[in-house]
Every structure is written in structure tokens, then in C-alpha cells.
């Protein structure tokens, strides 16, 4: 019993991977960011800002511990804070009592680990990259806009983020000098170190503690981390949801896990593994899970995948998962025994790095919106719409709208690829049985003849008129066979492609043809026996699909031939 004991062990601590020194930096880095900005979104969405800060402890070291995204940072997210707020608001429940906090939180990690176990992560797979690309660059948008008070000193106005930042670049004169100098000082430092090869994964790090200091030094009147609230030196403690705000809360924590989710799934195409691995959907989706429910009872609020805190651990040199599990350690030692030196972090120093991680993942995303615009005018409009929802929308709304415009993406990708295309046997020099060639389907069926045609789409009922429409017509086809290569067909088409088939055997056979079905798959065979189809096509019409890829076609077009010459024009009377 021991040894698959030990096998385990060593299996787990093979995929946990071996930490890297500049992982211990990383970690400290997004460990001080989460002191400001994860107090600043609870704040801002009129939360215990408290319980922001402990979002990037437990939440934080489960996320990294589980999620099948290496880097991704699981903590507070301004979308999830307003999210949130909007849900124990619309139940009429405080959102500063810790009681429904723990509630909301621990419903959504329940949501979230039932997606995952019922492997909805799949859904993901059919959002367009168009849409996740504007939907990434939306998001870092947001989190740009989210912090230009920080670094002016003047609060944007306007109802949507791209408002907002016209809004801010046209009063320029109302930034205040010292906060704009601190946060352009910390932004200078950064590119200085970022400069120099041996100091760049230390960067951000560099650049937070010389700018601190430095403005600490100066006396510099700007705002504060402990002007938004005391940092408590304690650990997170543990906190019982309360029992009767659950079923308030049921419906919205799906809200709210939908657009945690939503964010994270932009993070694993932006953020690869850098152990090559690849990423699993499902995976993150219970990791996020186990993350909210340990984290919901230990203070903290809803969490999900963090695209700014992941730029951040990135930027500073994260190279494995234990960045993110260093974050949640070093945050909660700071806390614990640093606290009131943390509280002295100017929020210019904040803003001005988010700007700078921000920008990198909108320069970052520069190849995937090429590419987009490079592929289709209805990708590119995709790409737009997705972009302009999620920085002019509720969060929530944007993502329906993006699920919505990747289902019309394929929906009208699926209907523009589906084709028929003839197959032609040319003679072998020996004598043989020749090649297979492809060709442009005829528009009439000869009398007499056999046509191949090998069909390549879904079956989904948009693309079937025009399918119908490519047909060979069937008039005074006397004779004629129609071979119709259904490899590519799904085990279970639409009924819509089954009326097709049926009508247009059924004029085939009135006009003296036949129509033979080849490449048939199990359950399309029992569902053409059970509509009758199979029957009237008659003895030889279909032709299930076997292991060799041209043996169906072969045996049908046998048999083609057979039926076309003993059934000839010349023959007196049509087949029956």
C-alpha cells in the first residue's frame, strides 16, 4: 500500500514543479500589489476593503496549487467586486456583513466546482478567438481606466470606459502634479530596470520600493494605501457564511461565477504554460472552485483568475505556479508583521504600475487583433462588438453578448464551409482501378450515369438549402445513380438533413434513378432504418462506414454500376 502511496506523492509533486528564484520575486511583487488593489475594488464596490486584501491570500494559494493554468493568479478582480455588489444589492443584503460575504463567496465556488465536474468548460471551446480577443483587450482596458485616478489624481467621468479615458486625456490640466510626478516616476524606474537584463524580472518590484521611499523621503502630500483603510495585523480568521442569505443568493452567485470565469479563460491564451503543459479549461474551473470555497471561509470575496494580477507576477519574472502560492504567503506575512509599513505604499505608485501591466497586455494582444482583422469582415465585426460591450456594458452582459456572437460566428462559419464536391475515378495506365479526383459537382445527372459526390459540412439546418440547391437536378435522369459520400456527416444529423435526403431520393426514383448512401455511421444507419429511409432506398442503398477510409465507396460505386446498366435507358420500363 505503500508504494502507490508514494507514487502519488511524487506524481503531485512532479506536476507542482520546482520553484524558481525569480518566482520568490514575482510572488513578493503581486503580493504588495494585492494590498492596494485588492482594497481599492472591494472598496470602490462598497465592500469591507478588509476583505479585498484577504482575497489574495487563500484564494490565492489554492488557485495556484490546483489551477491547470500555471501562472494564473487567482484573487479579487474589479469586475467580480462590482458584480458582487450588484448581487447583495438587488437581495437587499450588506455587503459589509462578513456573514454574507462568506455566503456569496462559497456559493460561487460551488457553482464553479460544479462547472468544472460537469466538464461545462467546454462551452469555452466555442467562443470565437475573435470574441476572446476583444473581449481580453476590453478587459485590460478596464483595468487601465480602473486606476487613471490613482495616477492623476483625477477621476475620470463618463457612463463607459472609453468615455472615461477621453474624458481624462481631455483635462489634463486637472491631473494634480504630485500624484501624476509619483506615478510618472514609478513608471520611469520601471522601464530603467527593465532596461538592464539582470534587474528586469525585479522591475516592478524595483520600481514600487524606490518610488515609495523616495516619496516618503520627499514628503510628498499624495494619497495613501492606509488612507482607504488600516491594515489589521491578523491572518484572515475563520468566518461561517450565514445560512439564511443562500437562497437570496443561489441565482446571482451564477452571475457572478459566470463573469469570473469568463476573465480567466482569457488569461491561458494570453499567459501559456511555461512548462509547455497545456492549459484545461475544466481544470481552472474547479480550481477557481476550491479557491472561493476554502477562501469564503476564511474573509474573503469572490475570486476568479485575475489578468492584471497574473500580468503582474508574469512581468516579474513568474515561472512557476508557486509565484502565485509565494503571493499568498508573502501578503499574509506582511500583513501579519508589516502591516503598517504597507499602509504607506502611495496609491500613485499602484496606479502608475497597473497602467504599465495594462498596457502590456493590450501591446501583447497587438498579432491576435492583426490576425482578426486579417481573417473576415465578420470576425472583425465580432472582434469590435465584443470590445466596445465589455468596456460600455455591465460585465455580466457583455459576456452573454460575446457567448451570443461566437454561436452566430460559427452558426454562419459552419453554414459557409458545408460543400459538395464530385468525385471522379480516372483510368490506372495498367488497367487497374484508378485514382479518386475531385471536381465541381454537375449540375444535372446524365441518364445512365453514375456521379459521386462526397458531402463535407454539419448537417445544421442553415446551410441545407443551399446544399439542395447544389444537387444535380434530377430531370430525365433515367438510369442515373447518385453516390453520396456522407463521411463527414455527424453521428446524429439534424432532422432537416434527413428531409433532404428523403425528398431528393424520392425524385430521383420518380425520374427512373437511384440515390446510394455511402460512409454511413451506426447511428445514422439506425436512424435512416427507423424513418423508413433506408427501406426505400432499397437493398445496397447504404452502405455503412468501415475502417477503410475509400471501402465504403468502393462497395457503393460496385454497386452503382451494377443498378446503372441494368437499368439503362434502354431498358423498357423505369426501376421500381
Known amino acids: 500500500m505503500k508504494q502507490p502511496a508514494v507514487a502519488r506523492t511524487r506524481g503531485v509533486l512532479a506536476r507542482l514543479g520546482r520553484p524558481k528564484p525569480s518566482d520568490a520575486t514575482s510572488g513578493a511583487v503581486t503580493g504588495l500589489f494585492s494590498i492596494p488593489e485588492g482594497m481599492a475594488y472591494a472598496s470602490i464596490a462598497g465592500f469591507n476593503p478588509v476583505a479585498g486584501l484577504y482575497a489574495g491570500v487563500v484564494p490565492a494559494i489554492v488557485g495556484s496549487l490546483t489551477s491547470r493554468t500555471v501562472l494564473m493568479v487567482t484573487t479579487l478582480t474589479s469586475a467580480i467586486a462590482l458584480t458582487s455588489q450588484s448581487v447583495l444589492s438587488d437581495a437587499g443584503l450588506d455587503p459589509r456583513d462578513a ?22 468548460g467546454a462551452v469555452m471551446s466555442f467562443v470565437s478567438n475573435a470574441v476572446m480577443t476583444g473581449f481580453s483587450t476590453g478587459i485590460a482596458l478596464q483595468i487601465i481606466t480602473g486606476v487613471l485616478k490613482d495616477a492623476t489624481g ?19 490640466g486637472s491631473w494634480q502634479g504630485a500624484t501624476t510626478a509619483v506615478a510618472a516616476s514609478t513608471v520611469a524606474i520601471w522601464a530603467a530596470a527593465r532596461a538592464v537584463k539582470r534587474l528586469e524580472p525585479a522591475a516592478l518590484l524595483i520600481a514600487m520600493v524606490l518610488t515609495s521611499v523616495g516619496a516618503a523621503v520627499l514628503a510628498t502630500d499624495v494619497e495613501l494605501v492606509r488612507d482607504i483603510a488600516a491594515i489589521p495585523a491578523a491572518l484572515p480568521a475563520f468566518t461561517a457564511p450565514d445560512p439564511s442569505a443562500v437562497p437570496h443568493l443561489i441565482g446571482g452567485a451564477f452571475s457572478v461565477a459566470l463573469v469570473a470565469l469568463a476573465q480567466a479563460a482569457g488569461i491561458a491564451p494570453s499567459m501559456p504554460n511555461p512548462d509547455g503543459t497545456r492549459s484545461d479549461v475544466n481544470g481552472d474551473f474547479r480550481s477557481q472552485g476550491y479557491a472561493n470555497l476554502s477562501g469564503g471561509l476564511f474573509q474573503a470575496m469572490p475570486s476568479g483568475g485575475s489578468l492584471s494580477r497574473t500580468g503582474v507576477a508574469v512581468s516579474a519574472g513568474a515561472r512557476t505556479r508557486w509565484a502565485g ?10 500583513v501579519l508583521v508589516a502591516g503598517s509599513l504597507a499602509e504607506r505604499i502611495p496609491m500613485p505608485v499602484i496606479g502608475g504600475l497597473i497602467l504599465v501591466v495594462g498596457g502590456e497586455l493590450i501591446w501583447g494582444k497587438r498579432h491576435d487583433v492583426l490576425l482578426v482583422l486579417r481573417t473576415s469582415r465578420t470576425s472583425s465585426a465580432a472582434m469590435l462588438l465584443t470590445f466596445l460591450a465589455t468596456t460600455q456594458l455591465p460585465l455580466q452582459q457583455a459576456v452573454v453578448l460575446g457567448a451570443v456572437l461566437s454561436l452566430l460566428l460559427y452558426c454562419a462559419q459552419a453554414a459557409r464551409q458545408a460543400k459538395l464536391v464530385a468525385l471522379h475515378r480516372t483510368p490506372h495506365p495498367s488497367g487497374g482501378p484508378g485514382r479518386w479526383e475531385t471536381a465541381e459537382p454537375p449540375t444535372a445527372l446524365a441518364p445512365g450515369t453514375v456521379t459521386v459526390l462526397d458531402y463535407a459540412g454539419s448537417s445544421f439546418f442553415a446551410e441545407l438549402p443551399r446544399i439542395e440547391n447544389r444537387l444535380p437536378a434530377v430531370d430525365g435522369a433515367r438510369g442515373a445513380v447518385l453516390v453520396l459520400a456522407l463521411r463527414a456527416l455527424p453521428d446524429v444529423p439534424s432532422s432537416a438533413m434527413l428531409k433532404v435526403l428523403d425528398r431528393y431520393a424520392a425524385r430521383l426514383h420518380d425520374q427512373g434513378g437511384r440515390l446510394i448512401l455511402c460512409g454511413v455511421q451506426p447511428t445514422l444507419a439506425r436512424l435512416l432504418e427507423r424513418s423508413g429511409i433506408a427501406a426505400r432506398l432499397g437493398p445496397g442503398g447504404v452502405v455503412p462506414a468501415t475502417s477503410r477510409l475509400l471501402g465504403p465507396l468502393e462497395t457503393a460505386f460496385a454497386e452503382a454500376e451494377r443498378w446503372a446498366t441494368d437499368n439503362s435507358p434502354e431498358q423498357p420500363h423505369p426501376p421500381r
Do not use: C, E, I
Open 154 to 172: 483625477y477621476r475620470p467621468q463618463g457612463h463607459n470606459k472609453l468615455h472615461q479615458l477621453v474624458d481624462w486625456l481631455a483635462h489634463v
Open 325 to 334: 502560492v509565494v503571493s499568498g504567503v508573502f501578503l499574509a506575512l506582511v
Open 99 to 120: 456573514g454574507n460575504v462568506a455566503a456569496l463567496t462559497v456559493l460561487v465556488g460551488a457553482v464553479m466546482l460544479l462547472m468544472g465536474l460537469l466538464r461545462l
